[in-house]
């Protein structure tokens, strides 16, 4: 346990002996040993001891002492005003923080005030506004493990709930890529790698074993949604959301709720409210849903840039948001992580997607309302936690004010979803009317304050608020008829909070001072007094004012318990919100970028101009691509088959190797086509001139690279890993995206590695497949392979220079160019000059050896039949070289050493052995020069 944590050695010897105060907060370090506590002290949040010493340096604050009859204590406070910003940076540091507030007005105690934690801060279960920083998902999770891994996941911060269970460790790992949990809670049966499932950036704890008993979970699960066995399938799903809810009220100081220890916590203590805004589980199948793991999310740069340079930081969600609530953007990132299988569905939202592209002006219209909208979920979060204030009641009625005109906007609706929208969007009228009666427009932001019931809501409140009025005119009054009364022109009538109301009169004019003035406070200049109707008046405002305040704070509470109990519907209406606000910012991204409609259940990939939507909006002449890949013989279910046959005979392929060099756009072209497949199953339309697609089950990525030295795995290793993960996995319903497969290692190696993957991909598997190299010899296995084709991108040269014309055209591409890209980057002239020598070299070298072979041939075919075992095994020689074509420099020739034996041997097992793939240019360079001397002998 961190030594910050947990209750201080210190305390713990002179346990009997604290004073009651530090006994307090002994105790609560205790009882909450996993988190740092902070504890209230007047308007500070202090720490003692070795946390004080943790908080003080990692918010950068002063750290001081506390001294009492035991002794002498490090301390560090936190102003409670500006607390958020400093629990940001201790929650940024990996820790949990229990907030100790006290739970008694220190006016109306003799003696220590009573606090206890009315919630714990952690990564996962923010539900503060200035925490949570933006509005995206924050997930915690809970996994527990049987015949099967039960995954439950929840937001705290707006009541999205959701349980799922899959068979496997890398299953789970993929479905927690979806939403991405900023915290997990795992039970006692659970043994996984955490960091290869969960993530570097997730906090992961170990439970308590009995928030995970069945019985437990049972009757949480049904407190809070209903019958368990009706909402989940299995023990594993029903223990995880059991669990993950006996953390929320944990976290939320619920009563009853239990500790990390097992141990209850504070069980008379409920201060923080419930999580009865917990009423909707979605259940639901990962196979429901296109499968995108953590390294297809990355690769894909959905969510998150790989690179903190280009495309101006855009990712894919950056690019098609055009939504207008909080609520829209989370239900796009929704969306676009599980983008469905359904083809009616997508269907849907693609009809109504174009009735709203079509129709411009009803567009903008509801663009316009639904930015009007607030963050209902977590507006109806804070109001069923207790902890929204009156403005938040305000904008809640704002927002249901909008939904009439929004359905008014949908009202003639031709398209499904359109026209359900417009039947089920619930504007709860008699909320907003409630609200609207009682709520001032504009109260402030304190509820205990008063000024915040609007005038004849209450008529007992009324009459106080008169009361208290027609007191303070009187004494506003007072003055002018006081100076009449005494003739004393310059005194004056005011108040403090701590003596009252007063008169006050100068000492140059004491001698004129009514016999009725009754002295109240002594000044070096003057004196303060009050009259007995004056002293009668104050009591009087000061009791009215006090009893408005109070019972307008138990009205505003009644009010704000009304609409929580309406919880549900507002939830419900948020839903439907935010769904509408996808749907035209999807139609408003088709309008303004020129997007089309999709047709999807196609029977293969078939784009025409096909564009990548991220980069197309950073570049002045994005260079449109078609593609065209058929489906695989597994797809067409017919046994023997390596290819689907059309009338004519012809095979349309399945599979692509795309070559051209470095910067001519393999990789983006690549991305584009899984990015054209996820917006279509998302519901969007495509960046394209036309687009008929499958229905994709899985996106696979083998693409960039990537390493983990401190877990052991080299990037070949890493490279390997995800490799044999789409081996394994991949269907004819998927789409392999493999980039540069096999350059960790020799040559030779690699290029053995792509050949037989492009095989088992072909003839195994099945699935669309787009392969990017420099192998160059894989075009020829492509050439051999019916379901296969070559592309390439098309470089040109002018005036000695490359020029890429980032075209995807036929066939295979007919060199690499990577000397003149070094050219480009800024590699200095005599390496680029040197490095060209040895290219003319080399490849000069490459033509003399294949002469030399061809003569040998000849001279082999006029020996006759009985040398055709000799033959053949020159050949074998002969073809166990062309492995290491690559390293010539030139693509599509073929490096041919003499047959066996001899100088041709060795210079071929040396070129066998080079490792070009780890090689620097200068290792390089020397081993072809190498290489030279010994073909010049």
Same mark, same amino acid.
């Given at each position: 346990?961190? *030594? ?14 604290? /004073? ?12 909450? &040993? ?92 923010? /539900? ?26 929840? !937001? ?108 209850? @916590?504070?069980?008379? @203590? ?5 999580? !009865?805004y917990l009423n909707h589980l979605t259940r639901y199948d990962p196979r429901e849903y296109m499968l995108l793991d953590a390294v297809a999310v990355e690769s894909l740069e959905l969510f998150e840039r790989r690179s903190v340079r280009g495309h101006e930081n855009r990712t894919l969600v950056d690019t098609v948001d055009e939504t207008a609530c909080a609520l829209g953007r989370r239900k796009l990132t929704d969306w ?6 359904? *083809? ?79 039947? /089920? ?141 309406? #919880? ?6 948020? !839903?439907?919100? #935010? ?14 970028? &020129? ?7 196609? =029977? ?10 991220? @980069? ?18 597994? *797809? ?71 390493? =983990? ?111 003149? @890209? ?39 075919? =006029? ?19 062309? *492995? ?54």
């Open positions: 346990m961190d *030594a910050a944590l947990g209750p201080p050695a210190k305390m713990a010897e002179l346990e009997g002996e604290l /004073t009651p105060m530090m006994a307090q907060y002994y105790e609560l370090c205790r009882r909450y &040993d996993e988190a740092l506590v902070l504890f209230q002290v007047g308007d500070f949040y202090e720490a003692f001891c070795g946390a004080a010493e943790r908080v003080a340096r990692l918010c950068e604050i002063t750290l001081t002492k506390r001294e009492d009859s035991t002794g002498e204590y490090p301390m560090a406070g936190i102003p409670i005003d500006n607390a958020e910003s400093y629990v940001e940076t201790l929650l940024d540091a990996g820790y949990r923080v229990a907030i100790a507030d006290q739970v008694e007005d220190p006016d109306e105690v003799s003696g220590v005030v009573e606090r206890a934690v009315t919630r714990i801060v952690t990564p996962g279960t923010l /539900t503060e506004s200035e925490l949570l920083g933006g509005a995206d998902n924050n997930y915690v999770a809970a996994l527990t493990a049987g015949e099967r891994y039960g995954l439950a996941l929840l !937001d705290v911060s707006t009541g999205d709930c959701y349980a799922t269970s899959v068979a496997s460790e890398t299953a789970v790992a993929d479905e927690l890529s979806r939403f991405g949990p900023a915290e997990a809670i795992v039970g006692p049966d659970v043994d996984v790698d955490r960091d290869a499932v969960f993530g570097p950036a997730c906090l992961v704890t170990r439970y308590e074993d009995s928030a995970f008993d069945r019985e437990r979970a049972d009757e949480r699960v049904e407190q809070y949604f209903g019958p368990p066995e009706r909402l989940l399938a299995g023990d594993a799903e029903v223990r995880a959301c059991g669990a993950l809810l006996a953390y929320a009220e944990y976290t939320r100081g619920s009563a009853g709720a239990v500790g990390p220890d097992g141990e209850p @916590v504070d069980p008379d @203590v409920d201060p923080a409210g419930t999580l !009865d676009l992580r599980r983008p469905l299988l359904d *083809a009616d569905r997508i269907e849907a939202r693609h009809g109504a997607v174009a009735e709203l592209q079509r129709d411009p002006a009803r567009r903008e219209e509801l663009s316009a309302l639904l930015s009007e909208v607030y963050d209902l979920e977590r507006l109806v979060s804070r109001v069923s936690r207790g902890r929204a204030n009156a403005r938040d009641l305000r904008s809640l009625a704002s927002t249901l004010a909008v939904v009439p005109e929004v359905r008014d906007a949908l009202s003639d609706a031709d398209a499904r979803l359109l026209a359900d929208l417009h039947a /089920t969007l619930d504007p709860l009228t008699e909320v907003r009317e409630e609200i609207e009666a009682a709520i001032r427009p504009d109260p402030p932001q304190e509820v205990t304050e008063g000024g915040v019931i609007r005038e004849g809501y209450d008529e007992e409140l009324d009459d106080l608020r008169s009361t208290e009025r027609s007191g303070k005119a009187w004494i506003d009054d007072l003055e002018a008829s006081e100076r009449e009364r005494t003739g004393i022109d310059s005194l004056k009538v005011g108040h403090t909070s701590v003596h009252g109301y007063y008169i006050e009169v100068t000492n140059a004019n004491l001698d004129a001072v009514p016999e009725d003035y009754q002295r109240r406070q002594t000044l070096k200049n003057s004196e303060r007094y009050y009259t007995p109707e004056l002293k009668e008046r104050e009591e009087e405002i000061l009791r009215a004012e006090s009893e408005a305040d109070d019972l307008e704070y138990d009205l505003f509470c009644a009010v704000r318990d009304e609409v929580a109990g309406e #919880a549900e519907r507002v939830q419900a209406l948020a !839903d439907r919100l #935010a769904r509408l606000d996808v749907l035209v910012s999807f139609a408003a991204v088709a309008a303004q970028y &020129d997007y089309c409609r999709p047709t999807v259940g196609s =029977d293969g990939i078939d784009v025409t101009a096909g564009r990548h939507p991220v @980069v197309e909006r950073t570049q002045d002449a994005f260079v449109p691509n078609d593609t065209h890949l058929g489906s695989g013989p597994v *797809a067409d279910g017919a046994e023997g088959q390596t290819a689907d046959s059309g009338d004519d005979g012809e095979f349309e392929p399945f599979f692509a190797v795309v070559t051209g060099p470095n910067m001519s756009g393999k990789s983006t072209y690549m991305r584009q086509v899984a990015l054209l497949c996820l917006l279509a199953q998302a519901g969007s339309f495509v960046p394209a001139a036309a687009a008929d697609l499958p229905i994709l089950d899985r996106v696979f990525t083998r693409v960039g690279a990537s390493d =983990d030295i401190a877990g052991g795995r080299s990037t070949f290793m890493i490279e390997m890993t995800e490799l044999a993960t789409i081996l394994d996995e991949a269907t004819a319903d998927s789409l392999v995206l493999l980039d540069e497969v096999g350059r960790g290692t020799s040559t030779a190696d690699g290029l053995a590695i792509a050949r037989a993957v492009t095989e088992h991909l072909h003839d195994e598997v099945g699935a669309y497949t787009l392969f990017a190299t420099h192998h160059h010899d894989l075009t020829a296995v492509a050439a051999d392979l019916p379901g296969a084709t070559n592309r390439h991108f098309e470089t040109s040269r002018e005036d000695g220079d490359v020029a890429f014309d980032h075209e995807l055209v036929p066939g295979p591409a007919a060199a690499s160019y990577g000397v003149e @890209v070094a050219d480009m980057a800024g590699v200095p002239d005599p390496v680029v000059e040197r490095s060209r020598a040895l290219l003319t070299d080399a490849e000069a070298d490459v033509a003399a050896v294949e002469e030399d072979d061809r003569e040998r041939e000849t001279d082999a075919t =006029d020996v006759g039949d009985e040398t055709d075992d000799a033959d053949r095994d020159a050949e074998s020689a002969s073809e166990t070289t062309e *492995a290491v074509a690559a390293t010539n420099g030139r693509t599509g020739e073929t490096v041919r050493a003499n047959g066996a034996g001899g100088d041709g041997e060795s210079i071929r097992e040396r070129l066998a052995d080079l490792d070009v793939a780890t090689m620097t240019p200068i290792e390089a360079m020397n081993a072809l020069a190498a290489l030279q001397e010994r073909v010049d002998e």
